[in-house]
């Protein structure tokens, strides 16, 4: 469980350390943190039983209380004997009321101060010791698991804003490739069917005030997610305590939350630990953001399960819990000091840029994009408070010794402020005109800012917080968000002002360089910027640089690239390799022997490694570890009542499958003798005088039967006509019941007919009634369900007559195409009628739109002697051809269409072939296998050698007769495992069709 900090510690750690100074004791370290389990600590918890949970969870507790009770007792001999002192380095800056350590001296942050030593102090001191210990606990016992498939499904979740900001967060992180990375990770989840939204608490705003960098990103952040994405922000709860955030709760009643496990500083930390704390009591499990990993399928992550042990430490400490929230989050306005001396306020600030703003909107009443308006509010209000705090500097700070006036660093003046303006404004001219792809080719710079500008590039910040939060509340103002993720570039400027310090050569007013068009926009951003600050003179546009002050200076922290080694394979002497590879080696690159990549390979001596180095006991494959309940060659009497019992079951089990009883397999040579002698037995012989007395009585009683079916429907014709006229749907089921009822063709042909007629006379009257308003398109298709019929079961009874009368039927329709291919002739008809009764769909679109189920199936009459009990049709036939020649086949098929009947005939082949041939049927699920091998049971019996036997089955979990049946039902998984294990190989050899169901 790598922590989330891990990722941005270093470059707090690099900003503390930028300009850090020794002088000011009231500006000591405040923020050690007093408890950090290592990764050993936190693993020493862990468990999986959950028989063992309190044993584990007291275990982890002594640890934990054991470590802290070791730091205690480091800090009491380190520094002061005093107990007091020893909780006081691990309180947060409000209590300690001591500047940040990883604040510099030229920008600082410092609290009120109280007295560290009284009561309610210590008391809050202890408790925060309480709930570190009770929240590592509680993290050391988290799973690693698999979060959408397991734990969301249709359920949903919350992720902490503030932790998905610290996931990304880095000092020297570019801004849109932070936002780039936030994108992917959220849409890593919406891609994966997940359902949540982000949560941004508003008291934890007030942690980010000592840095700047952060407090701007997660301003942007919040507007870029409500405005630029389609994910759900909330930012109306005050903290995790708040009566709203219960309300919300309770109503959606999150699975999980997402929350980072350390924060920036101590502080943070705390109240991310609080927020476990109390949404474990709540009965919300708790997911780390740090540590996650992704595949196609799933997303894993370190997962806490809410138990009643958390439900009773927030009973326990429900009032210390919320006064250690209300500490932590209680508002204070910062004192900021810029350069030591010059005192800032964050009133001041929002003051200012809320009349810059009211007036900016007059000057660009139109509205603009939001790169221009943060860039001209930036540099206007930085200016006119950086002015402002020069011309009111303190006349007490000038008292101060001359040794400490020293050591300060000189602040900028107005005009060198004024020059580094410029150059943010031409940095966001190059962002509007200039293609990502350029620059994404900038060059590395190894120059980083000088102290002396880095309290003016955080002022900035400060100041670019509240133009976008002024901003978000403007809603009658046009403003184009969309490049919110993209407002500032620090590569590109730091390259900007490398160039007008170092390679800018042609003078200071010379401007051509930049274009008509860059130069239009940058002059009209500066022309904005001095508006805005009109009360000060900071000079024209031109030149850009107007002092000589230098703003970088050499990058100690930075580290050249290095070299990119050689990419190869290593060469590896395989029999194996050289045989299935062939020349593809020829053309793959191979490493030479001398490459550091091949010397500094450590050469093990060979052995060959047959037992368990812990055990002592022989290795096994993954084949041998599945448990074998019972195999038909033991000896073992108990065994064998198993195997009888199991078989017994088998049997009952298929027939409750199959009605018919199962069959004997007699082994057989060839099978190819056996099907021609039955196809000769089905040759027709010589008729006897008998038979053909019979068929020509059969003939006159057909005779007979015919003109009383043909007396029984001239008596219906007229009274079905009328009523199919009346109601089609209940006229054609009497005639559809009619039919069957009538063994003669000729009488069916005559009914037929007559309901086409009936039926077009229907969907004329239709056509008629509804002119050109929409048609019922069911009464045209019981039109063409009547030619459909004629045309497939009564195709020798069709005269010329009736052949024209459908010409003209389909004409009718508007089936100009089927009407000439039935007629094979163009013939007249009126176009006003076609236009009148056509369907305005083409043939084929109407028929398989609407005639469905009505359209008729290809159906073979003559039987195969393979199959017994039904008459395949054609691509049955085939196939049954294909298992005949030994060839492999895919079928493709709709369910209950017979593709599982080829199978069977495929396992009846081998068993009649051969003792030895196996068939591997591949199951998609254990479930399927139970079922398949029940079916076999019960349609095949073979009297085998001793030891054999008809089917064996293999799943992950059981697995009994594998290598002595002719027929294995297994899984996927397993069949990998027979086909790769070195001792299987012989069996792999007897296979002669493996059947894959449900590919």
Not at 344 to 354: A, F, G, P, R, T
Request: net charge negative; glycine share 4%; with cysteine.
């Amino acid at each position: 469980m790598a922590s989330a900090g891990d990722h941005f510690k270093k470059a707090v750690h690099n900003d503390a350390n930028e300009n850090a100074s020794n002088d000011e004791s009231e500006c000591s370290d405040s923020e050690k943190i007093g408890f950090i389990p290592t990764k050993e600590d936190k693993e020493s918890g862990s468990t999986s039983d959950s028989n063992e949970e309190d044993e584990a969870s007291d275990n982890v507790e002594a640890a934990v209380t054991q470590m802290l009770k070791e730091e205690e007792n480091r800090l009491k001999e380190a520094e002061d004997p005093d107990y007091s002192n020893a909780y006081s380095v691990s309180t947060t800056e409000e209590v300690t009321h001591q500047a940040s350590q990883t604040e510099s001296t030229d920008f600082r942050v410092l609290q009120h101060k109280h007295d560290s030593q009284s009561h309610e102090i210590r008391k809050h001191l202890e408790f925060l010791k309480k709930l570190r210990l009770h929240t590592w606990t509680s993290l050391s016992r988290a799973q690693y698991v698999s979060l959408l498939k397991d734990f969301v499904e249709s359920e949903f979740f919350v992720i902490d804003g503030d932790s998905l900001l610290l996931m990304f967060s880095d000092e020297k992180i570019q801004y849109l490739n932070f936002f780039y990375q936030i994108e992917c990770f959220l849409q890593d989840f919406t891609e994966k069917g997940a359902k949540y939204v982000i949560v941004f608490f508003k008291d934890a705003e007030q942690i980010y005030f000592p840095y700047p960098h952060f407090l701007f990103l997660r301003t942007a952040l919040i507007e870029h997610l409500r405005h630029n994405t389609g994910t759900t922000v909330h930012t109306e709860f005050s903290n995790c305590l708040s009566s709203k955030w219960e309300i919300f709760l309770k109503k959606s009643y999150p699975y999980f939350i997402i929350v980072s496990d350390i924060g920036l500083t101590s502080t943070q930390t705390d109240y991310l630990s609080i927020l476990i704390a109390h949404s474990l009591s709540k009965k919300i499990n708790v997911v780390l953001a740090s540590g996650q990993e992704y595949d196609i399928l799933r997303v894993y992550g370190y997962h806490v399960q809410s138990v009643h042990k958390h439900r009773l430490f927030c009973q326990k400490y429900g009032k210390d819990l919320r006064n250690a929230c209300e500490n932590l989050v209680r508002y204070k306005e910062p004192f900021m000091c810029l350069y030591e001396h010059l005192k800032l306020s964050l009133k001041n600030i929002q003051k200012e840029v809320h009349q810059t703003v009211h007036l900016l909107k007059k000057l660009w009443p139109e509205g603009s994009d939001i790169r221009r308006v943060v860039c001209v509010l930036a540099c206007a209000v930085g200016l006119k408070i950086y002015s402002n705090m020069l011309e009111n500097a303190n006349t007490s700070m000038g008292a101060k010794t001359e040794q400490s006036a020293r050591r300060r660093s000189k602040p900028l003046s107005p005009e060198e402020a004024a020059d580094f303006c410029r150059m943010q404004c031409l940095t966001v001219a190059f962002l509007l005109h200039m293609p990502l792809s350029q620059r994404a080719q900038i060059r590395i710079m190894k120059s980083c800012w000088t102290k002396q500008v880095l309290p003016l590039i955080k002022m900035q910040q400060l100041c670019t917080h509240f133009a976008l939060t002024q901003l978000s509340d403007t809603n009658h103002w046009k403003l184009d968000l969309t490049y919110l993720p993209d407002l500032n570039d620090d590569s590109l400027l730091i390259n900007l002002a490398h160039y007008y310090e170092v390679e800018y050569t042609e003078g200071l007013d010379f401007k051509k360089e930049l274009g008509k068009e860059m130069e239009n926009e940058y002059q009209c951003l500066w022309d904005t910027v001095t508006k805005l600050a009109v009360k000060y003179s900071f000079g024209d546009a031109f030149p850009i640089r107007k002092t000589s002050q230098l703003f970088l200076e050499e990058d100690q922290t930075f580290r050249d690239y290095e070299e990119i080694p050689n990419i190869g394979l290593i060469s590896v002497k395989s029999d194996l390799v050289e045989d299935y590879a062939g020349d593809v080696l020829k053309d793959l690159p191979v490493l030479e022997s001398n490459d550091p990549a091949v010397t500094s390979l450590i050469k093990y001596k060979e052995f060959d490694e047959l037992r368990h180095w812990h055990s002592g006991r022989p290795l096994t494959e993954e084949y041998e570890r599945v448990r074998c309940n019972a195999d038909a060659k033991s000896k073992d009497p108990e065994e064998r009542r198993q195997i009888q019992k199991l078989q017994t079951f088998r049997h009952f089990y298929g027939s409750t499958l199959e009605g018919s009883a199962s069959k004997l397999i007699v082994h057989q040579e060839d099978v190819s003798g056996n099907v021609n002698s039955a196809v000769k037995k089905t040759q027709k012989k010589h008729k006897s005088k008998a038979e053909k007395i019979a068929e020509e009585n059969n003939r006159r009683l057909k005779t007979k039967e015919e003109m009383k079916e043909q007396e029984q429907w001239k008596a219906l014709c007229i009274p079905t006509e009328k009523e199919i006229k009346a109601n089609l749907s209940v006229g054609i089921n009497k005639l559809e019941k009619f039919l069957k009822t009538l063994k003669s063709k000729s009488v069916k042909f005559s009914v037929e007919m007559t309901g086409l007629c009936a039926c077009l006379e229907v969907w004329k009257e239709h056509c008629r009634e509804q002119g050109k308003k929409s048609k019922d398109l069911s009464k045209a298709v019981q039109v063409v369900r009547r030619i459909h019929i004629l045309l497939e079961k009564y195709q020798d009874l069709l005269e010329k007559p009736h052949l024209q009368k459908l010409t003209r039927y389909l004409r009718l329709l508007g089936f100009e195409n089927l009407a000439c291919s039935l007629s094979g002739q163009t013939g007249g008809s009126d176009n006003q009628s076609i236009s009148n009764y056509a369907i305005e769909v083409g043939p084929a679109r109407f028929q398989l739109q609407y005639m469905d189920y009505y359209l008729l199936r290809e159906e073979r009459n003559d039987p195969d002697p393979r199959v017994q009990h039904f008459i395949p049709d054609t691509w049955q036939r085939e196939l049954l051809d294909a298992v005949d020649n030994n060839e492999s086949a895919v079928i493709v098929a709709p369910t209950s269409s017979g593709k599982t009947y080829a199978s069977y005939y495929c396992m009846e082949k081998v068993l009649k072939t051969s003792n030895d041939g196996v068939v591997v049927y591949v199951a998609p699920t254990k479930a399927l296998v139970n079922q398949v091998v029940g079916t076999i049971y019960s349609r095949f019996t073979k009297k085998l050698p001793d030891g054999l036997v008809v089917c064996g089955v293999f799943t992950r979990d059981y697995r009994n007769d594998v290598m002595n049946s002719q027929i294995l039902v297994t899984v996927p998984q397993c069949l990998e495992i027979l086909m790769l294990s070195p001792r299987c190989q012989k069996w792999t050899k007897r296979i002669q069709y493996v059947i894959f169901d449900e590919v």
